[in-house]
């Protein structure tokens, strides 16, 4: 999609996918109004939002534009005069992305290394649940019996198993018809397409100048139901699985928090590396390599608690009842109950805003953390380190246990789990960077990929 609007040097610049519905378009919202008012009056915001057609882009950027203004007017009853100055300050760009389209990543990395001097934060928002429906009696039966757990940990989603996704190769381009090994939809569209995305932006995630005291943060979207029990390196993608959702965010959780981890480093070293930098900055006046200096961009890991969104599809008078039921558990001390997607929202926005000195103070405090947005009986939200099976809140063995909002089947960290999470995840990353490389081989060797690397 071209862009005409000129782009700030010192922007800051955030992706966010599948920005046209829920959680994505709520954290574009959340973005504009916590960075007019916490950022310097000379920063400006540039937004750039992926949704599957131009149809969809034009209506989320319309709504946003709409948003931007109550936000602006808003402040010029407190301030008169502040409302175009402020208006000023927030740039929307669209562009297509499918994540289960590798070529369509492809495309889409293509167009912004040679259009976008750099990138703040991509918030990995846009998923599939993949679940065909649900069990009725079971979920009845749950609610009535334990309520709380039942809408916070379900076991009566039925998944559908075995989805894949379109032939990666087209039609036209495979004429002598190679065989591509099947890839899982929700595999590809939670994780995979993500990954490719974030390794071919690298260049433009490290294009931070050294005086800004930030580094390029790659933020991910996982989910409370990323069960250790979902996920098995054996069926990798989750093809043969019941529960391919969950086991595409635990994977998304072991991928995230073991980043940072010594025994990853030359893995993550190479999938957040490659030469792009060179080839944006010939191509794109905006990127002037020579003022930045390349520096590794971070990994986060976030969840948005439980929101009530179109992602499980349910008839309109069924997913009345489910916010309601939301509610309740709130009321009942759930504190993942944020139901609305805004206060969902609220810790991916954080984690792409925050001051870089802040989160690196945390996890060095604290340790490495998948952070959730929780809330209050009213409502009121705050982000909260949340427990992952096999890492505890901070990979840190004998750290303080939280009650609230634990998982009734938590198990305390011992340093057997906390070895063996940090194994899985050298595991998970080489399987990745394998399952990258070889996907792009594919496509070079049949004459359709883009030249990425
Ligand atoms: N809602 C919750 O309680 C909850 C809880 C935990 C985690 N999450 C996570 O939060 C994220 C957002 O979920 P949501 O609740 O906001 O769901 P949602 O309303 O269904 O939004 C999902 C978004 O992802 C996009 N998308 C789906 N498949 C895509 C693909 N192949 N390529 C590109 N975009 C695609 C959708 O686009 P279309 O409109 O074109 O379909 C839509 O914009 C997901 O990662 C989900 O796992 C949600």
Redesign the pocket.
């Known amino acids: 999609m071209s862009n005409t609007t000129p782009q700030p040097e010192d922007g800051f610049y955030a992706l966010v996918?599948?920005?046209?519905?829920?959680?994505?378009f709520?954290i574009c919202c959340r973005l504009i109004d916590e960075f007019l008012h916490t950022r310097p009056q000379s920063q400006t915001l540039v937004l750039i939002v992926?949704?599957?057609?131009i149809r969809?882009g034009d209506d989320a950027v319309a709504r946003l534009q709409k948003h931007l203004q109550n936000a602006c007017r808003k402040a010029e009853k407190s301030f008169p005069g502040v409302s175009m100055l402020l208006h000023r300050r927030v740039q929307f760009r669209q562009e297509i992305?499918?994540?289960?389209s590798i070529l369509s990543v492809q495309r889409l990395a293509k167009r912004l290394l040679f259009s976008t001097p750099k990138l703040n934060a991509a918030i990995?928002?846009?998923?599939?649940?993949g679940w065909e429906g649900l069990n009725w009696p079971n979920a009845f039966y749950n609610l009535f019996t334990d309520w709380v757990n039942a809408v916070t940990y379900p076991t009566y989603k039925i998944s559908g198993v075995g989805w894949l996704t379109k032939p990666q190769i087209p039609a036209d381009g495979n004429a002598g018809r190679t065989e591509e090994p099947p890839v899982g939809e929700v595999f590809?569209?939670?994780v995979f397409?993500h990954y490719l995305l974030c390794h071919y932006l690298a260049p433009l995630l490290s294009a931070h100048k050294a005086d800004e005291g930030t580094v390029g943060r790659v933020i991910w979207?996982?989910?409370?139901?990323a069960y250790a029990s979902a996920f098995s390196l054996e069926d990798f993608q989750g093809l043969a699985s019941s529960m391919p959702?969950e086991a595409s965010?635990r994977l998304t959780d072991i991928l995230a928090l073991t980043a940072d981890l010594l025994s990853t480093t030359p893995l993550v070293t190479q999938y957040l590396t490659n030469d792009g930098p060179q080839r944006a900055a010939k191509n794109n006046p905006s990127t002037n390599t020579t003022k930045t200096s390349a520096r590794r961009p971070k990994i986060y890991l976030t969840?948005?608690?439980?929101?009530?969104?179109?992602?499980m599809p349910l008839h309109y008078f069924l997913a009345l009842l489910m916010t309601a039921a939301f509610y309740i558990a709130r009321w009942l001390g759930s504190q993942w109950h944020g139901v609305t997607?805004s206060n969902?929202a609220c810790a991916p926005a954080w984690v792409a805003l925050a001051q870089q000195s802040t989160l690196d103070a945390m996890e060095e405090r604290e340790g490495k953390a998948k952070w959730g947005s929780a809330t209050d009986w009213w409502g009121k939200e705050r982000v909260e380190r949340t427990e992952v099976e096999g890492w505890g809140w901070g990979g840190v063995v004998g750290e303080r246990i939280r009650k609230k909002g634990r998982w009734r089947h938590a198990k305390n960290l011992t340093e057997r789990d906390r070895q063996q999470f940090e194994e899985l995840g050298k595991e998970c990353w080489e399987e990745m960077e394998q399952l990258r490389r070889e996907w792009e081989g594919r496509l070079a060797a049949v004459g359709v990929g883009e030249e990425m690397n």
Do not use: V
């Open positions: 996918t599948g920005a046209n519905s829920g959680l994505g709520a992926t949704t599957r057609d969809k992305l499918d994540l289960t990995l928002n846009a998923g599939i649940g590809c569209a939670n397409g979207l996982s989910s409370l139901e959702y965010k969840h948005p608690g439980i929101c009530s969104t179109g992602i997607a969902g």
